[in-house]
């Protein structure tokens, strides 16, 4: 697996993530993912902030019909394509799936 791509994913705290809002930006082939943060479990505080997924090649929503906004569980690895990812992002109420070439988490800009 390629480093940066194991790196970024390891990093980012995936369990507990509430998601708000899933934007495509066509330009850039990017998805973002905005979640409610996890910054402090004991305090149960949580922050805005965006996951990206780079150059993405394939998204789907496996998920069905839910009270209030999906619950981020778990991201596994699969099958590498060329220079991308196929990730499975494990929610409380199914599962999405990504090809991608990079993750990262943003803070919110002032």
Known sequence: MDKMIWMNLSAIHFHDCRLKR?????????YLFEVEY???WEQNQFAPRTIV???VLEYSVHEGAFQGPP???DVLVGEQVGRHY????ETNAGYRTLLCSNVELLAPTA
């Open 53 to 55: 997924f780079r150059n």
């Open 38 to 40: 996890p910054i402090d």
């Open 86 to 89: 196929r990730l499975r992002i």
């Open 71 to 73: 619950t981020l569980l």
């Open 22 to 30: 899933v934007t495509e930006i066509t330009a850039s082939d990017d």
